[in-house]
C-alpha cells in the first residue's frame, strides 16, 4: 500500500513567521509531487509542483525535494492570515495517472 | 484557466435513491476522478478514468458507479444511497504526460443522505 504522510497539524504560527510542512512517502518509485492549499468549505487548489531534488521557489513559498530520503516539504516566508487553510501533499507514480493524497496540516497563521 | 463543475453544490437525498453526480471539464484532459472527503479521513479515491469508457477502481468503490460516455464529462452513480455516502465528493481532471498530470478540483457537492 503505497502511503504519503504529512505532518500532524494543527500547526500554528505567528504573522509574518515560516511555516515549515513535511511530507513522507513510502514508494520509491514516485516522480512528481505537488502541494494544494484547501480553504474550509473550499475545493483544493495547487500551489506548487516539483520532479527533482532540492528547492523550487515560488513567491512566498518553498518546495523542497529529497528522494533519496523520501521527502519533501513546504516552506511559506512571511505566513500571512490568508495563508491559514489545510495544506494537502500528493505523490504521483510513472503513470501519471493517480496521485496519493496525504491526510493533510492544518496551518493557523496567528496575526 | 482550467474549469471543472460539478452539477449541484448541495444536495438532500433519501435513504435508497438513486443519486447522479455530474462533472464536465473543459481542459481536454485525458483523466478525470472521484473523490470524497470526511474529516479526519482525507481525500479518498473512488474511481478514475483515463479514457472514455474506461474506468479504474480506486480506494472505496463499494456502493459507487460511474460512467464516462464523453471526454469531457464523468458521472458519479451512487445505486441506492445510505447515510454512510453522506461526505463532500469532489472531481478533479488532469493530463496524461508529464507536466499536465496536476489535478485540477471542481467546486465539490456536499450530500447529505436522510
Known amino acids: 500500500q503505497k502511503e504519503v504522510e504529512q505532518n500532524s497539524g494543527p500547526l500554528s504560527v505567528p504573522e509574518g513567521a515560516i511555516a515549515s510542512l513535511n511530507c513522507t512517502y513510502s514508494?520509491?518509485?514516485?516522480?512528481?509531487f505537488f502541494w494544494y492549499r484547501q480553504y474550509s468549505g473550499k475545493s483544493p487548489e495547487l500551489i506548487m509542483f516539483?520532479?527533482?531534488?532540492g528547492d523550487k521557489e515560488d513567491g512566498r513559498f518553498t518546495a523542497q525535494l529529497n528522494k533519496a530520503s523520501q521527502y519533501v516539504s513546504l516552506l511559506i516566508r512571511d505566513s500571512q492570515p490568508s495563508d491559514s487553510a489545510t495544506y494537502l501533499c500528493a505523490v504521483g507514480g510513472t503513470s501519471y495517472d493517480k496521485v496519493i493524497f496525504g491526510p493533510g496540516t492544518s496551518l493557523s497563521v496567528i496575526p | 484557466d482550467v474549469k471543472v463543475t460539478q452539477s449541484s453544490r448541495y444536495l438532500v437525498k433519501r435513504t435508497g435513491e438513486k443519486v447522479f453526480l455530474e462533472c464536465v471539464q473543459d481542459?481536454?484532459?485525458?483523466?478525470m476522478f472521484w473523490y470524497r472527503q470526511d474529516p479526519g479521513l482525507g481525500l479518498r479515491l473512488i474511481y478514475f478514468s483515463y479514457d472514455v469508457k474506461m474506468k479504474e477502481k480506486g480506494d472505496i468503490p463499494e456502493g459507487y458507479s460511474v460512467s464516462r460516455e464523453k471526454k469531457e464529462r464523468f458521472s458519479l452513480i451512487l445505486e441506492s444511497a445510505s447515510t454512510n455516502q453522506t461526505s463532500m465528493y469532489l472531481c478533479?481532471?488532469?493530463?496524461?504526460?508529464?507536466?499536465?498530470?496536476?489535478?485540477?478540483f471542481g467546486p465539490g457537492t456536499r450530500l447529505l443522505v436522510l
Open positions: 481542459m481536454d484532459h485525458e483523466n
Open positions: 478533479a481532471s488532469s493530463g496524461a504526460s508529464r507536466g499536465r498530470e496536476t489535478q485540477y
Open positions: 514508494d520509491r518509485g514516485s516522480q512528481s
Open positions: 516539483i520532479y527533482s531534488n
